[in-house]
Nanobody
Framework: QLQFVESGGGLVQPGGSLRLSCAAS????????IGWFRQAPGKEREGVSC????????NFADSVKGRFTISRDNAKNMLYLQMNSLKPEDTAVYFC????????WGQGTQVTVSS
């Protein structure tokens, strides 16, 4: 099955930056549109950003548009999320996955934005 290992999370002050990484295995990453999801305490898991495998186009949730950048390295089967100007509202566990189902979730990586 598809597997994902997320890393790069941590504690950062508001306005700071983090770069998340996702290592994918069990498939060729370039065959799928992939993206980042997040789940904050007491909230439903939501999509953050995705990138296509067809033309490289990206999409972002309105809440992160202009602050986050998504990229992929097909040769390394890696997905990245550069997060700038972080806000406390960005605090969540971040996951990577394919855009389409089925979803097999990894452990995620915790991002905490706090003073």
């Amino acid at each position: 099955q598809l597997q994902f290992v997320e890393s790069g999370g941590g504690l950062v002050q508001p306005g700071g930056s983090l770069r998340l990484s996702c290592a994918a295995s069990g498939f060729t990453l370039n065959d799928y549109a992939i993206g980042w999801f997040r789940q904050a305490p007491g909230k439903e898991r939501e999509g953050v950003s995705c990138i296509s495998n067809y033309d490289g186009r990206t999409n972002f949730a309105d809440s992160v548009k202009g602050r986050f950048t998504i990229s992929r390295d097909n040769a390394k089967n890696m997905l990245y999320l550069q997060m700038n100007s972080l806000k406390p509202e960005d605090t969540a566990v971040y996951f990577c996955n394919t855009v389409a189902r089925p979803w097999y979730w990894g452990q995620g990586t915790q991002v905490t934005v706090s003073s």
